[in-house]
């Protein structure tokens, strides 16, 4: 039998495996406790629940769970009312810029925003109460992987109170 970090090893190197022994309590399904100095007692082993023997594993990185949520989140109820909502703050930035009078004269980038602008908009239109807070975030994410915005590489905390001065990035609307 591999030692502790042999198996951790093994398992890490092969990614996701189906069934494993495990690691704890080697598929005896049960710890040693202390009891006191010179006794100790049998526990069910906490990672496998006590069952011994062979467990299902799954080591799905970080990022392959970000993407599964952020494909929930995109299939979501919420995602096509965010794209709306999102389609017309863009689609407002852009009519502001071939303004003649546009803002940018007064040194306002109106191709530049936070997720507290689209908030604002939000907010005063009304009915995104409700919306689940993730999609917000894969709402972002969805435009900049069709190249609608982008990151501009600089940050700045966040107004909103629920917020708690975050600090969140600055996106710019690709023209």
């Given at each position: 039998?591999?030692?502790?970090?042999?198996?951790?090893k093994e398992?890490?190197?092969n990614?996701?495996?189906?069934?494993?022994?495990?690691?704890?309590c080697?598929?005896?399904?049960?710890e040693?406790e202390?009891?006191d100095?010179?006794?100790?007692?049998?526990?069910?082993?906490q990672p496998?629940?006590?069952?011994?023997?062979?467990m299902?594993?799954?080591l799905?990185?970080?990022?392959?769970?970000?993407?599964?949520?952020?494909?929930?989140?995109?299939?979501?109820?919420?995602?096509?009312?965010?794209?709306?909502?999102?389609?017309?703050f863009?689609?407002?930035r852009?009519?502001?810029?071939?303004?003649?009078?546009s803002a940018?004269?007064?040194?306002?980038?109106?191709?530049?925003?936070?997720a507290?602008?689209v908030?604002?908009?939000?907010?005063?239109?009304?009915g995104?109460e409700a919306?689940?807070p993730?999609?917000?975030?894969s709402?972002?994410?969805?435009?900049?992987?069709a190249?609608?915005?982008e990151?501009?590489?600089?940050?700045k905390?966040?107004?909103?109170?629920t917020?708690?001065?975050?600090?969140?990035?600055?996106?710019r609307?690709i023209?």
């Amino acid at each position: 039998m591999l030692p502790l970090f042999e198996q951790m090893k093994e398992i890490l190197d092969n990614g996701l495996l189906k069934d494993a022994l495990c690691p704890a309590c080697q598929g005896e399904g049960y710890e040693y406790e202390m009891k006191d100095s010179d006794s100790r007692m049998k526990v069910p082993c906490q990672p496998c629940g006590g069952k011994g023997g062979k467990m299902k594993l799954q080591l799905a990185t970080g990022k392959e769970r970000k993407e599964r949520g952020i494909k929930k989140m995109n299939e979501s109820k919420d995602a096509d009312r965010l794209n709306e909502l999102f389609d017309s703050f863009i689609d407002a930035r852009l009519w502001e810029a071939r303004q003649p009078d546009s803002a940018l004269g007064n040194g306002w980038n109106v191709y530049e925003f936070t997720a507290d602008d689209v908030r604002q908009l939000a907010d005063n239109r009304g009915g995104y109460e409700a919306v689940h807070p993730n999609a917000w975030g894969s709402l972002y994410s969805r435009y900049a992987k069709a190249e609608r915005i982008e990151k501009t590489g600089d940050y700045k905390p966040s107004n909103r109170p629920t917020s708690h001065g975050r600090i969140i990035p600055i996106w710019r609307i690709i023209k």
